[in-house]
Nanobody, 114 residues
Framework: VQLQASGGGLVQPGGSLRLSCTASGNIFSINTMAWHRQAPGKQRELVAA???????NYADSVRGRFTISRDSSKNTVYLQMNSLKPDDTAVYLC?????????WGQGTQVTVSS
């Protein structure tokens, strides 16, 4: 099973980006999918998570600006990021509880700078 993330890049403060992460391989179940991020010198933190039943949780720092969603038919989770701030700069890592195993993608860099 692999998780492939995409959509990162360089954006100015106040801008938007949309991240995507698709799971592939021999998949028979996917429960929670989530986005974490890790900035240089900081601990990895949960940004947003969505369960198989559609329950959603956000970090306080992104609530109201970021939206997580998923397309179960495509084994894909999305993260729409609006009103980006320099503090959002980090490597964003995709997570999935797939086949009852914790699985991580390779990450995509998001840089918010003028």
């Amino acid at each position: 099973v692999q998780l492939q993330a995409s959509g990162g890049g360089l954006v100015q403060p106040g801008g938007s980006l949309r991240l995507s992460c698709t799971a592939s391989g021999n998949i028979f179940s996917i429960n929670t999918m989530a986005w974490h991020r890790q900035a240089p010198g900081k601990q990895r933190e949960l940004v947003a998570a969505i369960t198989g039943g559609g329950s959603i949780n956000y970090a306080d720092s992104v609530r109201g600006r970021f939206t997580i969603s998923r397309d179960s038919s495509k084994n894909t989770v999305y993260l729409q990021m609006n009103s980006l701030k320099p503090d959002d700069t980090a490597v964003y890592l995709c997570y999935g509880f797939i086949n009852r195993i914790n699985s991580w993608g390779q990450g995509t860099q998001v840089t918010v700078s003028s």
